[in-house]
T-cell receptor
Framework: GENVEQHPSTLSVQEGDSAVIKCTYS??????FPWYKQELGKRPQLIID?????GEKKDQRIAVTLNKTAKHFSLHITETQPEDSAVYFC????????????FGDGTTLTVKP | DAGVIQSPRHEVTEMGQEVTLRCKPI?????LFWYRQTMMRGLELLIY????????DSGMPEDRFSAKMPNASFSTLKIQPSEPRDSAVYFC??????????????FGSGTRLTVV
C-alpha cells in the first residue's frame, strides 16, 4: 500500500522567515495531495491541495510543489506569522485506495515572534 | 452548511462502560472516515465507509470497537467495553469524489474520550 514520509517532524523559524515541509510517497498511482493544518486542540483543516497534473499551486503565503518523477511534494510558507504555528499533515490519495488518504506523521511548526 | 457534526464533544466514562460516538457528515459527501488521534500514535484511521458501506475496517483495534452507518447522514462508533487505553480524540471526517477527482476531508470537531 501507499506509504507517506514527512520531514522534518519539528520546525522552528523566526517570524517573517520561510518554512518548508517535505513529503515523499511510494505509490506512483497517487494523484491527489492535500495538506492539513491542525492548531492546538482543534480539528485538522484542509489548507491547500494539488493534483498530479499540476506542478505547483499557490494561495497567498502558502504554496505546494509536486515532483511526480521523484515522488515528493512540499509545502512552502512565506513570511511566517505566529498564527502559522500548528501541526501540518501531508497526505496522498490514489484511485486504488478508493477514497482513503494516507497521512504523513505531521510536522510541528513553531513561529517565534 | 454546518460542516461535519460530532457528538458529544467530551466524554468521561468508567472502564468497562459502553461508549457511543456520533457523527453527521456533510450532506452529499459519499465518504465517511473515523480517526483516532493520540500523542503516541498520531492520527490513525479506524474505519471508513463509501455510500454507507464499510470499505476498510482493518484499523479497528479489536472486537471491542464497532462502527455503523445506517444512512447517509449518520454514523456511530461504539466501544464496548471501554478501557483506559482507548482515551484519545476521535475525529469523524467526510469527503466527496466527483468526476473531476477527489477532494480533501472535512473533519468534525472531534470527541475527546477519557476512560478512567
Amino acid at each position: 500500500g501507499e506509504n507517506v514520509e514527512q520531514h522534518p517532524s519539528t520546525l522552528s523559524v523566526q517570524e517573517g522567515d520561510s518554512a518548508v515541509i517535505k513529503c515523499t510517497y511510494s505509490d506512483s498511482a497517487s494523484n491527489y495531495f492535500p495538506w492539513y493544518k491542525q492548531e492546538l486542540g482543534k480539528r485538522p483543516q484542509l489548507i491547500i491541495d494539488i493534483r498530479s497534473n499540476v506542478g505547483e499551486k499557490k494561495d497567498q503565503r502558502i504554496a505546494v510543489t509536486l515532483n511526480k518523477t521523484a515522488k515528493h511534494f512540499s509545502l512552502h510558507i512565506t513570511e511566517t506569522q505566529p498564527e502559522d504555528s500548528a501541526v501540518y499533515f501531508c497526505a496522498a490519495l490514489t484511485n486504488t485506495n478508493a477514497g482513503k488518504s494516507t497521512f504523513g506523521d505531521g510536522t510541528t511548526l513553531t513561529v517565534k515572534p | 452548511d454546518a460542516g461535519v457534526i460530532q457528538s458529544p464533544r467530551h466524554e468521561v466514562t468508567e472502564m468497562g462502560q459502553e461508549v457511543t460516538l456520533r457523527c453527521k457528515p456533510i450532506s452529499g459527501h459519499d465518504y465517511l472516515f473515523w480517526y483516532r488521534q493520540t500523542m503516541m500514535r498520531g492520527l490513525e484511521l479506524l474505519i471508513y465507509f463509501n455510500n454507507n458501506v464499510p470499505i476498510d475496517d482493518s484499523g479497528m483495534p479489536e472486537d471491542r470497537f464497532s462502527a455503523k452507518m445506517p444512512n447517509a447522514s449518520f454514523s456511530t462508533l461504539k466501544i464496548q467495553p471501554s478501557e483506559p487505553r482507548d482515551s484519545a480524540v476521535y475525529f469523524c471526517a467526510s469527503s466527496l469524489v466527483l468526476v473531476s477527482g477527489y477532494y480533501g476531508y472535512t473533519f468534525g470537531s472531534g470527541t475527546r474520550l477519557t476512560v478512567v
